[in-house]
């Protein structure tokens, strides 16, 4: 899995305009990261951006199970496998736009 098929994939999921308004960074650690900067329109979805609102912390597998839906957020984040920083409110209106 490469970070080109995340970035295809989120954009595709968040379309022109997600509604989420802020700019969320995913940290995949030695992968590299992916920021979905939807504090514009159209959403950009990239490598790079600006100073993110939330960072989440996740494995690659890890985050395309939650994108297929096989792993659930809550149980991610309470066991670990999920950590979240800054605003919490944004990572969990994040989740029913993965899904």
């Known amino acids: 899995m490469t970070l080109q098929t995340i970035i ?4 595709e999921k968040v379309g022109e305009d997600c509604g989420l308004g802020s700019v969320v960074k995913f940290d995949f650690g030695d992968e590299g990261s992916v920021i979905l900067d939807a504090s514009q329109v159209p959403n950009i979805v990239s490598t790079e951006g600006a100073d993110p609102d939330c960072t989440m912390v ?34 969990m209106k994040l989740g029913a736009l993965l899904v």
Request: charged share 20%; aromatic share 6%.
């Open 8 to 11: 295809d994939g989120l954009q």
């Open 58 to 91: 996740i494995s690659v597998e890890d985050f395309m199970a939650m994108a297929e839906g096989s792993l659930d957020g809550v149980s991610a984040f309470m066991t670990g496998r999920l950590k979240v920083s800054g605003d919490m409110g944004i990572a």
